[in-house]
Every structure is written in structure tokens, then in C-alpha cells.
Nanobody, 125 residues
């Protein structure tokens, strides 16, 4: 099975940018669709963005559309989340997730079998 690990979180000011990375290991990276979710304390894990195994299908939640960009580099076994114009509401833990390429892309957390430990993003005013 694939293992994924996020990095790049931190403390930034509102309006700043931050790029999260998710490095995969253990299996062929291009065999997996990848996604980013986020979760606030006591709340459900919410969909942020996903990208298909080959990169041809991308989707975003309405809350981040136009501000965040998901991309992947299959040669580097890494998926990225470029976050621009960060808002206070973006302060949560961000999780990287993977699902097998033959599975349907979904915006629900149940559709992803492999998860990282999360990385905290804090946006201050």
C-alpha cells in the first residue's frame, strides 16, 4: 500500500501564500488519485481538492476555488497544494489522501483509503 506524508504547514498572515507538499512512497505514485482534505477541531473532514492519477481531472471545493491550486509531479511522487490569499477560516489541519486509480474520484473522505498525519496551517490577522 502507499504511504503519504504532508509537509509545508505553518503560521502565516491573512493574504499570504503557502504551499503544502505530500510525498508518497511504497507503491507506484501514478497508480493513485490524490486529494487534500481539511479538518477543524470537532468537525468533519472536508474536501479541498483532488487530482486524478494522470492529472487530467481536477476539482476544488467552492470555498477554495480560485485561491488554491492542486498539482502533482509523478516523477517526484509528490502532490502539492498551492494556497494563495489565505483567510482566517483556512486555519485548520490539512490532510493528504490517496485512492486507487481505478476508483471513482470523490469528494467524500470515505472514498480515500490512505491518509497522512496532517499538517497544521494557521492564518493570523
Amino acid at each position: 500500500q502507499v504511504q503519504v506524508a504532508e509537509s509545508g504547514g505553518g503560521l502565516v498572515q491573512a493574504g499570504d501564500s503557502l504551499r503544502l507538499s505530500c510525498a508518497a512512497s511504497g507503491r507506484t505514485f501514478s497508480d493513485y488519485n490524490m486529494a487534500w482534505f481539511r479538518q477543524a477541531p470537532g468537525k468533519e473532514r472536508d474536501f479541498v481538492a483532488h487530482i486524478s492519477w494522470g492529472g487530467s481531472i481536477i476539482d476544488y471545493s467552492e470555498s477554495v476555488k480560485g485561491r488554491f491550486t492542486i498539482s502533482r509531479d509523478n516523477a517526484r511522487n509528490t502532490v502539492y497544494l498551492q494556497m494563495n490569499s489565505l483567510k482566517l477560516d483556512d486555519t485548520v489541519v490539512y490532510y493528504c489522501a490517496a485512492s486507487a486509480r481505478w476508483s471513482a474520484l470523490t469528494t467524500t473522505s470515505q472514498g480515500y483509503a490512505y491518509w497522512g498525519q496532517g499538517t497544521q496551517v494557521t492564518v493570523s490577522s
